[in-house]
């Protein structure tokens, strides 16, 4: 018997084994996938949203008489003059309105989270008794986040020629920022593995029907890569 339970685990096997048809070539069965995914996103955004501006705006504005949502709204309904050529104008006012906004408030995060709160690491006090795979205030964690922030700081300094004791520092921030650099790029890696993990695990489940499909998709590759040669072959 057909239910959703074999249903929604053999689509989901069948959409990932079109995404990951890619690592032979673009094909048609990997775009229709990416044009779904994308269908699909850009759908549930919209429900999502304009759930959120009935929730929060409408809904307060029609039930509770709360008229001040008026004007989000209005600045809202000037995001249709971007179809109009004439008064395509007008449509800078919301986008400069949200990007502004935007920006204000992820500044003030950036200040916090890697100005304000890096200074405070610095000149933090020295724990002896702290935990040095943990805390920050370990005398050679202190060290380390000391040496490096001021190593970094040294190499944007372009006024001056770096040139003996300026020389080594800015040598040390280099490393410092190879090393962040270095870190960064590992735990994105390692993110985007977990998911690869994820999905292995999935397909290859002894419990589950999605590995039935795995041979399905190979014989289908077999024989799309052999029609190819074939034409090819042909042409030639």
């Known amino acids: ?56 705006a409408l809904s307060p504005l029609v039930t509770k008489g709360e008229a001040f949502w008026i004007l989000p709204i209005l ?60 805390s920050g205030s370990h005398p050679i964690n202190a060290l380390l986040i000391a040496v490096g922030t001021l190593g970094t700081l040294f190499f944007f300094i372009f006024t001056r020629e770096q040139k003996g004791l300026l020389l080594y520092a800015s040598q040390i921030g280099r490393w410092t920022m190879m090393i962040a650099f270095g870190a960064a790029f590992g735990f994105t890696v390692m993110a985007r593995m977990s998911l690869l993990i994820g999905r292995m695990q999935f397909l290859l489940d002894p419990k ?3 590995w039935y499909l795995i041979p399905v998709a190979l014989v289908v590759l077999a024989v799309v890569a052999f029609a190819e040669r074939s034409k090819g072959t042909k042409k030639s």
């Open 75 to 134: 600045v809202g309904l000037l995001y249709t003059f971007f179809f109009s050529k004439k008064y395509f104008w007008i449509y800078r006012i919301p986008i400069s309105i949200v990007v502004g906004t935007g920006v204000g408030i992820g500044m003030a995060g950036l200040v916090r989270s890697q100005f304000i709160d890096q200074i405070v690491q610095t000149i933090a006090p020295v724990n002896p008794k702290a935990d040095i795979w943990s």
């Open 1 to 56: 018997m057909i239910t959703p339970e074999i249903v929604g685990p053999l689509i989901a096997a069948a959409f990932t084994l079109m995404i990951y048809s890619f690592f032979y070539r673009e094909n048609k069965a990997y775009r229709f996938a990416e044009h779904v995914f994308i269908g699909l996103a850009v759908a549930h955004g919209t429900v999502i949203s304009s759930k959120y501006v009935w929730d929060v």
């Open 208 to 210: 589950g029907i999605a």
